[in-house]
């Protein structure tokens, strides 16, 4: 009997969570659980169709150039050179194997050589930093600038470098198209006068902005020994992707509805009140589309920029492997190619949850 009594008020004192479970863990519906494990397997059967797909083209695309060198030995040298041939790359020796797409075990092979330098030069950093620690008090209690480390960096700092690139220049294209938007959109004759410059430098190759943002920042920094790299790169991206922006902007703030005009105009509300409480609210949609395409605009020019810019990033690692021309650097080159799909999915997404937010129809931003 008492311990019927203790099970009943153990079942009482655990009754007040039983709405905050089925508000956190929802019953399981059999139709959305089944939906949604076939969209699952659906995406693994993709992906593994893909990567079997990946793997008989690298293997097809290697038995073609085996076949071409091996016929060149042929012709070039003789027989006896043709079977040398055939021998040193059936053995796997690296100074004879076809260069040619990668397989995706090659591909994981250099990811892991990749994250596995990334480590050594780490380490290399931190025993720097702690062999320098007393040098470099010293040098700065002296008013000199410390030495710092400068080996080369890892493909982990060269992806942070690309991403610190991108959200600069994406803060640059924030902070010059929003607030043009903003005063362009309010004025029908100021659309119409700033219509020809953007429909003229809206298109403009990331190349040739490139060049013109290394005319003007070379000529500010004559005379210094800073690497102005960083700066060239992202100036170029912001303005090369900006654009999108700009003319959602000025679209938002066009269309804003005629009735809360009247309403601030009633209300008696001065410039600024009706700019920040009234026409920026009303077009918050429209603006994070555009910051959402900027984003991904100013990720995918990022690339060449880096190239032209030399700067340390991935445009530049890509552009490296390619000239080494080294056994493993094809594999390098997908291992980024897959690093910068990945990163630009992410920051899509990060811009969408965002947009979302502000989105008065969630269901309409894709």
Sequence with gaps: MEQEIILKKSRLSLSFLKPLVAKFIPKPNKGTLFSSLKKTGITILSIALFIGLWHWGAKALYNVEAEYKIEKAMTERGAEAAAAERACIASGDSSCQPNTLPSPSQVWASLQSLIADHKIIKADKAAFVTKMTDTNAKLIAKGKNPIVYTGRASFIDIVLTSIRTVFAGFLLALLIAVPIG????????????????????????????????????????????????????????????????????????????????????????????????????????????????????????????????????????????????????????????????????????????????????????V
């Design 182 to 365: 903003i005063i362009i959109g309010l004025s029908a004759p100021l659309r119409s006068a700033f219509n020809w410059f953007i429909q003229v430098f809206k298109p403009v190759s990331p190349v040739v902005w490139y060049l013109l943002v290394f005319m003007i920042v070379k000529t500010l920094y004559i005379g210094d020994s800073t690497d102005n790299a960083f700066v060239i790169s992202f100036i170029s991206v912001g303005l090369c992707a900006m654009w999108a922006t700009l003319v959602n902007t000025a679209m938002g703030v066009s269309s804003v509805d005629k009735d809360y005009i009247n309403v601030a105009k009633v209300l008696k509300l001065g410039t600024f009140q009706k700019v920040f409480k009234v026409i920026l609210p009303s077009s918050l949609p429209l603006i994070f589309t555009g910051l959402r395409i900027t984003l991904s605009v100013a990720w995918m020019v990022l690339i060449a920029i880096e190239l032209l810019a030399q700067s340390q990033g991935l445009g530049l690692f890509v552009w490296e492997e390619f000239q080494n021309g080294a056994n493993d650097s094809n594999s390098k080159i997908i291992v980024a190619m897959f690093v910068i799909g990945i990163i630009g999915f992410l920051l899509d997404r990060l811009m969408l949850t965002v947009q979302n937010m502000v989105s008065f129809n969630k269901n309409e931003a």
